[in-house]
């Protein structure tokens, strides 16, 4: 129907003529309140807005000269953040001379990537910044 005959039967209901898709060959539209329309609009991007996952970043703090048991439990928190969908940043703290020893940093978080590679892949590279080392992984 011609769009001058659709605007006079919308407004013999008591409605709007309301263009649902623009894109489609022909264009389609229906008889519609436009305050309800918008109303429902709007519930609808609340709902979509409440269900969403805002991504935080958690910070996992180490040491060079780890020890086993304590490298583990540190583990244990990066797997938890991870399956909670955050992103996780591992830094690495050099102290004194320690400094003089990057190559165990950068082999202790060669070894934290190669244990995450099943759950999470690596957002920035490690990169020594001052006297700190840091990476920063997300859940794949």
Same mark, same amino acid.
């Given at each position: 129907?011609?769009?001058?005959?659709?605007?006079?039967?919308?407004?013999?209901?008591?409605?709007?003529?309301?263009?649902?898709?623009?894109?489609?060959?022909?264009?389609?539209? *229906?008889?519609?309140? =436009?305050? %309800? #329309?918008?109303?429902?609009?709007? +519930?609808?991007?609340?709902?979509? &807005?409440?269900?969403?996952?805002?991504?935080?970043?958690?910070?996992?703090?180490?040491?060079?000269?780890?020890?086993?048991?304590?490298?583990?439990? *540190?583990?244990?928190? =990066?797997? %938890? #953040?991870?399956?909670?969908?955050? +992103?996780?940043?591992?830094?690495? &703290?050099?102290?004194?001379?320690?400094?003089?020893?990057?190559?165990?940093?950068?082999?202790?978080?060669?070894?934290?990537?190669?244990?995450?590679?099943?759950?999470?892949? =690596?957002?920035?590279?490690?990169?020594?910044?001052?006297?700190?080392?840091?990476?920063?992984?997300?859940?794949?």
């Amino acid at each position: 129907m011609n769009t001058r005959e659709a605007i006079e039967r919308a407004a013999e209901v008591g409605l709007d003529l309301v263009e649902v898709s623009p894109n489609a060959q022909p264009p389609v539209a *229906k008889y519609l309140d =436009v305050g %309800k #329309f918008k109303y429902e609009a709007q +519930k609808k991007a609340n709902a979509a &807005r409440k269900t969403q996952k805002v991504q935080d970043v958690k910070e996992i703090k180490m040491r060079p000269n780890i020890d086993d048991h304590d490298y583990n439990v *540190k583990m244990r928190n =990066v797997n %938890k #953040f991870i399956d909670n969908g955050d +992103k996780v940043k591992v830094t690495l &703290r050099f102290r004194g001379r320690e400094m003089s020893h990057q190559q165990l940093g950068m082999a202790l978080l060669v070894r934290v990537q190669e244990d995450m590679k099943e759950t999470a892949k =690596v957002e920035a590279y490690p990169k020594l910044e001052g006297r700190q080392m840091l990476m920063v992984l997300s859940p794949k």
